[in-house]
């Protein structure tokens, strides 16, 4: 039998994400989502004079039907009703609640959209202007070092594939002369090696060498500082030189994020031969289905195999 909970929908949440960060290990960005997502739904249920704890099947309902009249994509809807599940099954389980609301209802349908990539000549293109950028920054040494710092940024993204959060965060000792992988903590604390190659060494080399002749290599435990609150740099400033540079390189700024190059790394090594499941590994996914959004890369190389190969492929 369910206790009847007396605690506030704040206290609710704010226990709901305690325990995925105590128990999941979910990095800072993924409790904000969720308390954002969740404080929208209590705000909904306020409104009518309802509380998360007293909240039917109806009430979610209504909830999801009020997201599409706010003209909330499928997609963000959906994202909604899962933090929203999950808080109930926690509720239940904690004895809050005697059943999960929002069990049985199911989400909006939604397509899975294909991921936007570069292709291999347009990442050559964002290099070459970075590198471009590096010939006109100037005699002043910062001006050097933010332009080598870019170019480390951008070999080190694309050797690798990191999550821009893992990128940023990268210790200065990932830059050391010998490293032939690195070692990631991505989503939830796991730990994950990813190979580096010449390129992204020898960019990692050039920074460092400047940021020595700077006189900052003693100052920051971080490869990428910052005078921030987090010591390094932020996901959005790296975001803004992206943009930057797209122009630079005659790319859409609206085409490009440091994920997209993320994903532009997973299609690239499909295209060239990998297999998913190592592609997931170097990824860091903790499901293969997820890293299965790169299969139309997979299907398209199948169908150049048959044409090129077969011998009646050409008929």
């Not at 989502?33 to 306020?46: C, E, G, I």
């Not at 590198?131 to 050097?144: D, M, Q, S, T």
């Not at 170019?151 to 490293?179: F, H, K, M, Q, W």
């Not at 903590?185 to 010449?198: H, W």
Request: with cysteine.
């Amino acid at each position: 039998m369910a206790r009847s909970s007396k605690l506030s929908d704040a206290r609710l949440i704010e226990l709901f994400l305690d325990m995925l960060a105590a128990e999941r290990g979910a990095a800072k960005n993924t409790l904000q989502a969720y308390a954002r997502d969740l404080a929208d739904f209590s705000a909904y249920l306020a409104a009518g004079g309802g509380a998360i704890a007293g909240a039917a099947s109806e009430d979610v309902r209504g909830y999801l039907t009020a997201l599409a009249r706010r003209k909330f994509s499928p997609t963000s809807a959906a994202r909604r009703l899962s933090a929203i599940r999950q808080l109930y099954r926690f509720l239940y389980l904690e004895g809050h609640r005697a059943a999960n609301p929002a069990a049985a209802i199911e989400g909006p349908k939604r397509g899975r959209p294909l991921p936007k990539i570069l292709s291999i000549a347009e990442v050559d293109r964002l290099l070459a202007a970075a590198r471009a950028g590096l010939a006109h920054a100037g005699e002043p040494l910062n001006a050097r070092l933010r332009a080598v710092r870019l170019i480390c940024l951008l070999e080190v993204l694309y050797a690798t594939g990191l999550r821009v959060s893992e990128l940023v965060a990268l210790p200065v000792s990932a830059g050391s002369r010998d490293a032939r992988v690195l070692m990631v903590r991505g989503k939830g604390g796991k730990e994950r090696l990813v190979p580096l190659n010449d390129a992204a060494k020898q960019a990692m080399a050039e920074y460092l060498g400047l940021r020595r002749d700077a006189g900052e290599a003693a100052k920051s435990p971080w490869l990428f500082p910052s005078f921030g609150e987090s010591g390094h740099l932020t996901r959005q400033h790296f975001a803004r030189e992206l943009k930057t540079l797209a122009v630079a390189a005659g790319l859409r700024p609206a085409a490009l994020s440091p994920h997209v190059l993320r994903h532009a790394f997973a299609s690239h090594l499909l295209q060239n031969g990998a297999d998913l499941r190592s592609v997931q590994m170097l990824l860091g996914h903790a499901d293969i289905s997820t890293t299965q959004i790169y299969t139309h890369v997979l299907d398209e190389r199948l169908k150049s195999l048959v044409r090129d190969l077969h011998p009646l492929g050409q008929g």
